[in-house]
């Protein structure tokens, strides 16, 4: 018989609003790249994959990056679109799964701009695209975007989120972060451009917001829109798209201003400090800076942090954060609103249930074996 959950976890099972729903409780499935859509669309692996994570408890699931209708969108092989007719029918039925078993889904929307090279599926001859040019061995890999490749752009995912409100999906994402598309532009490491799109910490968000007001006015209002951020990188995990309270207050305004809704905010450890002289996390001044709700990420649950590299066989591994004490102290102070998991519902897509039924001790453990093989 399952014992009675521990009082200190209620918060995570406290319900929320969310537009026109109510999500079950605090729990998120956060987006994760599993390359099993082969030709672009989900199919009955997807499915399964999906139902399982909404059987075991979550309240939300934001899917894996789903490419836009545009070109250079694409970076991996068997990533799913969101476009064209067999991937929005598959699509369909994972979110009628997902329905079904109790939980909220929404698509993340994904441009993988300069990550991209030529020769990457599925249209090898295109390259990537970004705010700035970049040439490897004399040819261009990453083409500058012009105004009009940026219009074409945020059509594309203006129709994205079309497409997702038709088929079902209970709100966006918008993938802001980690360098791709969008991401790319906020930096400005990456952003050297002289234009309306380049300088200013305003003008390197200009596409973001873009994208963010295209996407409510091709849904209307009470349809949930989040925006993933981050500070690090790929290629860079200290790197930082803002210094201060100051600058996040100003980018956080941006987005507010132009529609969203939520912010899930992407850290590589959740409970970090995000400036000098202050103890508050990332979500934490997030929350605080642009009163909207905000989903709090970053190896919640696991006993170690693994780079990428490392989970791609390096045996090494940082001393990490097991327990849940940080993350459960942010939701019961009101300085977050929701907590996402990632790795820990690919090693155990019963997480939520066993914390609810108090059963820790039985709950799976991520290691790289679940992260390579997990469906």
């Known amino acids: 018989m399952s014992q009675a959950h521990d009082p200190q976890h209620q918060v995570l099972f406290n319900p929320i609003a969310f537009g026109a729903h109510t999500l ?87 441009h993988v701009g300069p990550i991209r090279r030529l020769g990457m599926a599925p249209a090898p001859q295109v390259p990537g695209y970004g705010p700035m040019e970049i040439r490897e061995g004399g040819e261009v890999v990453v083409k500058a975007m012009t105004l009009a490749d940026i219009d074409e752009v ?3 995912y203006a129709q994205a989120a ?108 959740c409970w970090e400090p995000a400036f000098a002289g202050s103890s508050d996390s990332l979500a934490a001044w997030t929350r605080r800076l642009s009163g909207k709700p905000v989903v709090m990420v970053g190896s919640v649950g696991l006993d170690k942090v693994y780079s990428i590299a490392q989970l791609r066989g390096n045996e090494s591994a940082d001393a990490g954060q097991g327990d849940l004490t940080p993350v459960l102290g942010q939701l019961q102070s009101g300085a977050v609103d929701l907590v996402a998991l990632g790795r820990m519902l690919l090693a155990d897509p019963q997480w939520p249930n066993k914390v609810l039924e108090n059963r820790l001790a039985e709950i799976r453990r991520f290691d790289r074996e679940a992260m390579l093989t997990e469906v």
Request: hydrophobic share 40%; charged share 25%.
């Open 24 to 110: 079950r409780n605090r729990i998120v499935m956060s987006p994760m790249t599993r390359q099993r859509s082969p030709g672009g669309i989900p199919g009955e692996q997807s499915v399964a994959y999906y139902r399982r994570r909404a059987e075991g408890g979550v309240g939300l699931i934001v899917t894996e990056g789903t490419c836009i209708g545009h070109p250079a969108a694409h970076g991996y092989n068997h990533v799913p679109d969101l476009f064209g007719d067999q991937a929005l029918e598959g699509w369909k039925s994972v979110v009628a799964a997902v329905h079904k078993a109790g939980a909220r889904i929404v698509p993340q929307l994904w």
């Open 154 to 156: 945020v059509e594309a």
């Open 162 to 269: 079309r497409d997702a409100q038709a088929i079902g999906f209970d709100g966006v994402e918008i993938h802001g972060a980690h360098e791709y598309l969008i991401d790319s532009f906020i930096w400005q490491r990456s952003n050297q451009r002289d234009d309306e799109y380049g300088g200013s910490l305003a003008n390197r968000t200009r596409l973001a917001a873009r994208i963010v007001r295209a996407v409510r006015e091709a849904t209307g209002p009470g349809f949930p829109i989040l925006f993933r951020f981050s500070q690090w990188k790929i290629s860079d995990y200290d790197a930082r798209i803002v210094e201060d309270a100051e600058q996040l207050k100003v980018f956080l305004q941006i987005l507010v201003d132009a529609g969203v809704d939520i912010f899930d905010v992407s850290t590589r450890r």
